[in-house]
């Protein structure tokens, strides 16, 4: 597993990502490519070997063959992502970066994500910026990221909407939750940087514990005399222990909602993103009988699933906590009984089975068919797939699983 660690702390822009991904090894033939595929011979993407404040870094630039691109919304945006020839990881990575740029602006101009006008953020090269970042990070085989302190810097910058202070809304808003400081003067980080490492990152961290494998320094525009104007990156892996994704648990402590809630609420909060929820019942303040709320949220999820445990609940705040989650691969098989298909779901942790479970909807079905309890069935499906050599402690009869 490659782990990317992202050094902000003189501050992200799009162009210093994809230099330091670049200056890391990325190769500038896959991020062209990846870009052509978005927005074709629109923009082409070049570098440069230079110095800030006495150090080496990589300038990636994004050269604009239209010199008048239009603004374009959310919708139009995803629109192109979805359409364009990429490997999915790549094409997620860069949906959900954009998605967020449009919650955040949504919320600074008061409009609907859907319908942002990007502006500076959705010109051309903002989308070669986030799509290039995607590519390089998929072409150098990283499967997480964390990221440092961010610098946001302090002032003032000019916009399409005029003179506005820094850091720019969109910057704070996407800020939730992360570790910033000023760090300097001027614009340190863009609203698509900090997208970046928000929607990217999934712990906010120092340098972890890697054995170190590249890194890169990508530079801004500018050369601040006294303070290197670089975006760094180190890779590396990482142990098993340290490995594990990042998630964030929400709860809730609830003791004034009708019960015959609580079921379509872990419906819709399963459906907005959460990677689990549960209600645990619980004795509250004043011997009052109540409900806990657990949501396990992905953390570029947890700001939506926390408005939506707000809005379908009466509770009057959600607690979070970040945790990791150790996760087992898993897929399915098919096993037969009494001439009826019944998957089987297994997980495997190091190569080795872990858990072999058929699905008791379908063994319901399927007993219901034969006319036979649901026992006998279980009985029968744990048998079927031990057959074929699933069989808890022991390697996988084949490594092929249905997803």
Known sequence: MSHAWIDASAGIA?????GALLDAGADLDAVRAAVRAVVGDAVSVRTDRVTRAGLAATKAHVDLHDEDPPHRTWTTIEGMLTAADLPEPLRRNALTVFSALAVAEGAVHGVPAGDVHFHEVGALDSIADVVGVCAALHDL???SASAGTVALGSGTVRAAHGAIP??????VALSRGRRVRAGGEGELTTPT???????LTTADEDLPELTVTAWGSGAGTRDVEGRPNVTRVVLGTRSDSRARPVAH???ATVDDLDPRLWPGVLARVLAAGAHDAWVVPVLGKKGRPAHVLTVLSPPER???LEELVVATTTTLG????ACTRLTLERGWVDVSVGGRPVPVKVGLLCGVVQQVMPEFEDVARVADALGRSERQVLAAAHAAAAAEGWTVGDPPPRRELRR
């Open 14 to 18: 799009g162009d210093m990502l994809l």
């Open 141 to 143: 085989g990283v499967t």
């Open 166 to 171: 820094v850091p720019v809304p969109a910057v």
């Open 193 to 199: 940087g900090m997208a970046l490492v928000t929607a």
């Open 249 to 251: 648990q929400l709860e």
């Open 302 to 304: 947890s700001d939506a």
């Open 318 to 321: 959600v607690r979070r906590t």
